[in-house]
């Protein structure tokens, strides 16, 4: 074989071999891409189950609880376009039950951790700490607010990658009119090509 069969093999070689390295390196581009999007989804099913938790809790009264509570709108308040991009945050409050609670962050509840006889759990979006001016980030944080054992109140950030957090109270159709509904809404990012929304809804069940 001389020099000009060797380079006519080469190309054609290269020739056939284009598409094949074209198409691995398109399913390595989707697989991380896929890999990325569970990964964003499976952190906003936490959050988002995390919020729940919160909502279905807020306004729980102990059966041996002795003390008078004279604002029913203390357990829970949503606050509109308070945080990053125009996020809403979220704040509830509950007493502790006779089993074992624990707060967003996974603390145990108990009488230090709380104020007035009440624990307080809350949500909100806030931009990333940390970040140099001019770096590019992916998105927000989502903070969960809840009490020391000091009972002040601590930010603790749960994950990154945070768009926005909307919060809609829609109108209860339930047999129950002291209860609300919750429409919970959740973008995630990362920052560069994936947006993901996720959406649930969820009522309290022990406001007064």
Do not use: W
Not at 64 to 84: A, E
Not at 85 to 112: M, P, W, Y
Not at 140 to 169: A, K
Not at 200 to 205: D, L, M, S, V, Y
């Amino acid at each position: 074989m001389n020099l000009l069969e060797c380079l006519v093999a080469i190309t054609l070689s290269l020739l056939l071999l284009n598409p094949l390295l074209k198409t691995s390196a398109d399913l390595l581009t989707k697989q991380t891409e896929y890999e990325k999007r569970q990964a964003l989804i499976s952190e906003a099913d936490r959050a988002l189950e995390l919020i729940g938790r919160t909502i279905r809790m807020a306004g729980y009264r102990n059966i041996n609880s002795t003390q008078q509570r004279s604002q029913p709108d203390q357990y829970i308040q949503v606050q509109k376009k308070s945080g990053y991009r125009g996020s809403d945050s979220l704040t509830a409050q509950h007493e502790l039950s006779a089993g074992v609670d624990f707060d967003c962050i996974g603390n145990e509840l108990n009488k230090e951790r709380t104020r007035h006889g009440l624990a307080r759990q809350g949500f909100l979006v806030d931009r990333q700490a940390g970040i140099a001016k001019g770096a590019k980030v992916n998105g927000g944080s989502l903070i969960c607010q809840s009490l020391d054992r000091q009972g002040r109140i601590q930010n603790t950030t749960l994950m990154n990658g945070v768009n926005s957090l909307f919060i809609e109270e829609l109108a209860s159709s339930g047999k129950s009119s002291s209860q609300k509904l919750f429409k919970v809404r959740l973008q995630m990012t990362d920052g560069a090509l994936l947006n993901i929304d996720l959406e649930r809804i969820f009522g309290t069940r022990n406001l007064p």
